[in-house]
């Protein structure tokens, strides 16, 4: 994950700065990934730098159209802003209090973690001797990182594996200053653990367990209940055999399918999902997610919960960086997980179709939301196939260690060098999408949920007409743009000849 | 019903003539309703006139592209017709062998059968006082009618109520003769019962039945099973209740889905209507198609057997045409069936949702072959709306009778031609049409029907997002017709100019 991505660095013009016994100075104001600048427009002499990590609190308020920033330093100096435009002065504000993030090498050599990269965003406030300590309170040494800054209002998703309290309550004072670290002065946040409350308690005789309220006082704890490893397998197992049950009985067929639990698993997700989204974007509050390796189900939720808030991730390029920074890096097993599939007698218990059912999740939103994303379908069963079998690197092994082991990056080539490709890439644009930069809500109604006919139905019927409807409207859409060339290339000539004309008359 | 409609009158051109004892003469072919009209070449004053009353029996056979139609007359005059090009010679002789039919006005003063319509197309060979004696033997007088004739080999497809042998077995030799004539020599057909054997049994008992294979020797007689009245007024009550149903709960949802069995009744139509556009098609056999009344299961299979095999009947006219004819003209009581819907709590046990099941079953072909139908999804759901509710006349009464009694031509506007007014039919028009001359083949496995979503999820969820996807399709197209008109403009207006400098530079 790019730090410089999570800072907009916009350049704002006839801002008004005020300083204590100054008379106020206009100009321009401009954002680095390390310091905030304010050029005067009186004087080009005049500039003001200020250091991100000088800011030791900021507040925002809003007469009208005027929006006024005020920062304290920690050299004791406080500055005011006015920013006009409401929407400059969130963008500012969040810039600046990204500041309150940093990037952390702690994990170079895979010591501290072996499941997490050697880069990973974590709060200003704790330095690595702390995660360190964190590492071995955290299940998998997973100790709680940045998955997600909502730029909007600042709120942020973080992502870790289980307190590993066991029976014995056991605490760690690094862990609940990191966790409250990320929060502002009086804010509060949600835990979403993605156990029921049971199998958190279950967990505890093994070692594992969940944050006490007690001691994580501006935190609330809420469970939801995301299946895991065979349960998910069986139900792959049992939907696929019912899709291609062929008794030709309808009421079989929907019991089968109900039986499968596949629907309800896509539900739970996704439910858990939108509450996660929900959490930073109408209650302003952030959140911490974890189950108990922090490596499934978790990233299901963050995941998922990006594809609902940030525009971006519902871009071709957005989505791959989505995948890359949520999944691959964030050290989901998917050597483990995507060894066998439906067809496979050998059960083992460490396979999971954890990363089909995020993907059956997005084309869920996908359905509901034709115009949002810049992908189409087939680029959600593209990466399908390659998570089960590719000749890529890319999904190889089970985390970023292993690959650094295997050296796949010199050895392999990468999924995304291929896709990216425009010969690729236009087998999986989206005729349909125009920027949506809103929010989007999917429906979690059980009647709005449906079979991905895409990926369970596909060799079981042809879709020959279906792929004819989808190219008749990808060539009206290529017939516009030839059209849209020709019409500006007759104008050029018309007015060419109209200018010859003019030359000719002239004499 | 047009008559005319039934024959296809082309033109071709380099026919040859061959009579015995006289040279082969080369000329034009013209069909009209009642004559083959042949203009020879040579000598434009020669014309053989041929009534298509005076053939009694016509041959084809095929030489490479040569196609040969001898013509074997009541007159004992034996010709026959060499035509270029085998699909030309299909449509000849097809069109030849529909005079096999004709118009019949015995039901003028809907006293042989209240439901049918003043005129009925029925086979030459029998005459009014026949159909008299036939309606006596039939279910509310509904002798057998054509339905469809397929154009591609000349089968036909007949509907009827059911023959009233009771438990004595009752015969009815012109019931057997008008059956019978519809065959031709040595030829088989399907009579296609859409009850189980044991309903239709049961039936004898209340002077019902069904046809003896004994006294019906070329047909064979299929029994299947599509439920009638209360049964699926109940599963259109539970299904719409389920869809209703906020528990949020995948297992619950999915059970009454199945439970309310709307699925199976839609699979259960759509599997009859594809074996009867199979007898047609591939078995190249006629069928006759009945259940008890001939006015609810039996309108489902004949009309939607048309989707399937008629192209016409995928364009707007052409399933305009098809409801006017095999709906209202064909006497289903649409004022019993649409009385109420899904929320009255006074059933009668004439209701049930007949029409909008067929509606359905068109919307799960639509969905398998979306390019094929002129119309879209809001062409079937506009036509659901005014059969239960409507401020035209055309869905009043329950027969064409009822509708002439009540003069609603006089007193009422008819929905076609508020429909059919281009500002209405823009928003019915699939934009991605493309006219398929196909028979289309839809699947009936229960994997491939789903609940029609914007019919009964259409209160319950917004489709904002997917009527946008939709308007985005439909102005990209509008967008292109406006850049091909300035690509015109700009090319006239640049031939001008440069016609202009020609001129210019010419003197």
């Known amino acids: 994950m790019e730090f410089a991505e999570l800072i907009k660095t916009p350049r704002v013009d006839n801002v008004v700065l005020h300083r204590p016994f100054y008379p106020p100075v206009e100009g321009t104001l401009c954002l680095t990934g390390h310091h905030l600048i304010l050029s005067s427009r009186q004087d080009n002499t005049e500039e003001l730098w ?12 809003f007469v009208g159209p005027l ?12 500055i005011q802003l006015d920013i006009p435009g409401m929407e400059e002065c969130l963008n500012i504000a969040s810039s600046i209090e990204i500041s309150e993030w940093r990037l952390s090498y702690v994990n170079k050599e895979f010591a501290v973690c072996p499941s997490y990269p050697p880069a990973v965003i974590v709060p200003k406030a704790v ?3 702390a995660l360190r300590k964190v590492a071995t309170f955290r299940h998998g040494g997973r100790f709680p990182v940045l998955s997600y800054y909502h730029k909007k209002n600042g709120m942020v998703i973080m992502r870790s594996g289980q307190p590993l309290t066991g029976t014995n309550g056991r605490r760690c004072k690094e862990d609940e200053k990191l966790i409250n670290a990320t929060l502002r002065a009086g804010k509060r946040g949600y835990i979403i653990d993605t156990r029921p409350l049971n199998v958190a308690q279950q967990a505890r005789a093994k070692g594992g367990g969940f944050e006490q309220e007690a001691h994580y006082p501006q935190w609330r704890r809420i469970h939801k209940s995301i299946e895991r490893y065979h349960i998910l397998q069986e139900s792959l197992i049992k939907l696929v055999e019912s899709c291609n049950d062929q008794t030709q009985n309808m ?19 996704l439910t858990t999902a939108c509450l996660a989204a929900q959490c930073l974007d109408r209650e302003g509050a952030s959140i911490l997610v974890h189950g108990t390796e922090g490596t499934d189900s978790t990233l299901q939720v963050t995941s998922l919960a990006q594809i609902i808030l940030e525009p971006r991730s519902r871009t071709i390029r957005g989505f791959e960086a989505l995948i890359e920074r949520e999944w691959l890096q964030a050290g989901h097993p998917f050597q483990q997980r995507c060894a066998q599939s439906a067809y496979c007698n050998s059960k083992q218990k460490w396979e999971a ?14 359905r509901q939301f ?20 590719s000749q890529f690197g890319t999904f ?23 896709v990216n490709r425009p010969s690729e890439l236009s087998k999986f644009t989206n005729p349909l999408f125009e920027a949506n930069n809103l929010v989007i809500w999917p429906s979690v109604a059980p009647q709005s949920l449906q079979l991905w006919e895409g990926i369970f139905l596909r060799w079981n019927r042809s879709s020959k007409y279906l792929d004819e409807a989808y190219e008749e409207m990808v060539n009206i859409i290529e017939y516009n743009k030839e059209l849209q060339a020709k019409v500006n290339l007759l104008r050029r000539q018309l007015a060419e000849l109209e200018t010859e004309d003019g030359v000719q008359e002239s004499p």
Chains 1, 2 share one sequence.
């Open 67 to 78: 929006g006024t920033i005020i920062i304290k330093c920690k050299d004791f100096r406080i």
């Open 50 to 61: 200020l250091l991100h990590s000088n800011i030791d609190a900021i507040d925002k308020r």
């Open 370 to 389: 034709p115009c949002s994303f810049e992908f189409n379908e087939n680029f959600l069963i593209m990466l399908f196939e390659h998570a089960y079998a």
């Open 251 to 269: 009421d079989r067929w929907l019991s089968k399918l109900e039986a499968s639990n596949w629907l309800t698993h896509i539900k739970e997700i």
């Open 127 to 129: 330095d690595d001797e």
């Open 353 to 366: 179709p954890v990363f089909l059912l995020f993907l059956d999740c997005v084309w869920q939103i996908l």
């Open 396 to 418: 190889l092994g089970n985390n970023e260690s292993e690959r650094c082991k295997l050296k796949l990056q010199q050895k392999t080539m990468s999924l995304w060098s291929w």
